[in-house]
């Protein structure tokens, strides 16, 4: 198992935090993911490495490498990884199904009729629906009773943005204090050094983090994103593989995708103080706070005006040049867009935003095509572009070189292809 890809487990422990690392031999070299846990909740003392195996797993399959554990990991999450792994395979061909082992495979313990759970939190709509409505009992026998939230730095918000990270803290406490559950932080760097492509791996991320709960919680929930009527794969947090980062009696169940964005909305506006603490923007400046002038921010606030509510986490509505000027970059977006416009008309409402919302349905329908097209043509040409731009400084690195330089043999370490 010289080639595997061996991951060791490290944790530090005092009275105020957690730091658990995961290092392992990537292509390029070691790396160690940190995981520093702090605030309201501390995990008990670490006695499987499940977080570490679900952490690196991408990386793994990235490189095509088996995978060893030197510790113990469940059972029952290596055989929800292997399935895990198909159905990635299939949707990105990139990604190479791997064995994984471990020095202990250790079977689950009985698990508890008692559902504790542990939530992925930023601020936005999803995860703070999700939280109430567990919070509030609202999801029958599924329901876990909410244990702590925990907040993470280093994923939307990057771990140099501190002072952003700062605003949007204090935000996510007042809400957690509003319905008196405790709040913890994890700061991570997985983002940084395991995470390739954001879009397709980050529930991976978010798993790996709530993970660090076992022991405090049996459940980890993420809040989803689509609705079960608008799934669109792949997608990294989805219905059909986030069960399958599961194991050792800790389940990662995915709450509200049997639900729109806007009836996540309606829930939320029932709790005011919590409404307006949301956080829905990526786009706009790095303030740990909302733009209010990007698609989302745009977006959100017709969300609450198809419930009949002013959007309380911005200044002010939008205009009607910023509602038909939005900008929808793909289907799941124009999606959301004839969302709102289906429960306004349900929830009776009407006014000239009515008018400027359908007009820009219209418009990015009939525009989408195209833009679709021009995003792939670009996805295709970049690479070729990059290998251009290579090639020609490789063939440039020789002419700077001196004469007797420039005559050399090539070297068995690579010659002037080195750079």
Known sequence: MADSLRISVRED?????????ATFNAVGGSRTIFFEISGDVLPPPLEVYDFAVVAALFVAMREGRAMHVEGPVTETLIRNLEEFQEAWALWRPSYTPIRITADQMLHDKTSSSLRRGVFAVSGGVDG????????????????????????????????????????????????TSTLGVPLSTVRTNWRDVACKTWTLEFAGGLAACLHLFQGVANVGILGADEDYGHIELPWGSNPITNPLLSGGGFEIHTEGGGFTRTDRVRLICDYPEIAVQLRVCWEGPMTGGNCGRCEKCIRTKLNFMANGREPLCFDRRPTHAEIVGILARNRVQLSYLREILTAARKNGESGPWISSLKLAVAKNRLALP???????IAAKLRPLIHNSKEKARRDVAPQSASPSQSNAPMSAAGGRGEP
């Not at 422990?13 to 690392?21: L, Y």
């Not at 195209?370 to 792939?376: K, M, S």
């Open 13 to 21: 422990r005092d009275s105020h935090s957690v730091v658990r690392t």
């Open 128 to 175: 703070t629906f999700a939280l109430l409505r567990h919070h509030c009992g609202h999801s029958g026998l599924r329901t876990a009773r909410p244990e702590c939230a925990v907040l993470i730095h280093g994923f939307d918000l990057p771990l140099a943005e501190v002072q952003a990270y700062e605003r949007a803290r204090s935000a996510i406490a007042a809400m």
């Open 370 to 376: 195209a833009r679709q097209l021009r995003q792939r």
